[in-house]
């Protein structure tokens, strides 16, 4: 299976683990032992991993500008990141590398789950905490000073 692979550092280009990441998005197959190694090392180091499609970058460009909206041996669009799916620890690492709405609809489908984790959702204010957009600067919410 193919894997894209966000480093915690977003401009990060380069290499690491034998992956070659651009702005960073790197992309890495679980075919064989490096590649399953370098998926763990991603996965305990932060890095968020989500499957990739099968098409790549360019044959996605070349077909949009065929006029084409969907290339042919591409898979249908990948479904939202289902907490269920995945243990405790990928959801956290998940969680890490997503925006504050895609942490809140993460957060609130685990707790919808039959059996809500709490090593989830006992760090929903925090994860909540540290996805909030910043406020725009010079935006004073004491009101204006005497």
Known sequence: MRYQIEAPVRSFSGESCGVQFSKGTGFITDADKPGRAALEYFRRHGYGVAPA??????????????????????????????????SVEDVLTHLAGVEHDEATRILDAEASAKKPRVGITGKRDEILAATAPAAPAGDDTKGPKA
Do not use: K, M, N
Not at 53 to 78: N, Y
């Open 53 to 86: 499609d099968e098409v790549t970058v360019e044959e996605r460009v070349q077909a949009l500008v065929a006029g084409d909206q969907t290339p042919s041996g591409t898979t249908p669009p990948a479904t939202p990141y289902d907490p269920t799916e995945h």
